[in-house]
């Protein structure tokens, strides 16, 4: 998470532990996981893709992106400072 922030990839990254259930190599699989969210824009996905599985035990680690439809006054804005990115979409 750290170096997704450092690298200017997200602004911000957050944490939760969950608990999953899910299909893998043709198995059930219960595992206690964290729920890793990324805020960024979608110039750098791809890069932090790449750190993402860098860092990750997964061979196919779940990463998704979520476009914002809307956000509070100055979100945006700290979003593009912090990332350095030239716009947010």
């Known amino acids: 998470m750290r170096a997704a922030v450092e690298?200017?990839?997200a602004a911000c990254?957050?944490?939760w532990p969950v608990?999953?259930?899910y299909r893998w190599?043709?198995?059930i699989a219960d595992d206690?996981?964290?729920l890793v969210l990324f805020k960024s824009a979608d110039a750098h996905f791809s890069a932090l893709c790449e750190l993402i599985r860098s860092h990750h035990s997964y061979d196919?680690?779940?990463i998704a992106a979520?476009?914002?439809a809307v956000a509070g006054p100055g979100y945006l804005e700290w979003l593009?400072?912090?990332t350095g990115a030239d716009s947010v979409t």
């Open 60 to 62: 196919v680690p779940a």
């Open 25 to 27: 190599e043709g198995a």
């Open 66 to 68: 979520v476009a914002v």
């Open 7 to 9: 690298a200017r990839l």
């Open 80 to 82: 593009v400072e912090s």
């Open 19 to 21: 608990e999953s259930c």
């Open 13 to 15: 990254a957050q944490t």
């Open 32 to 34: 206690h996981e964290h």
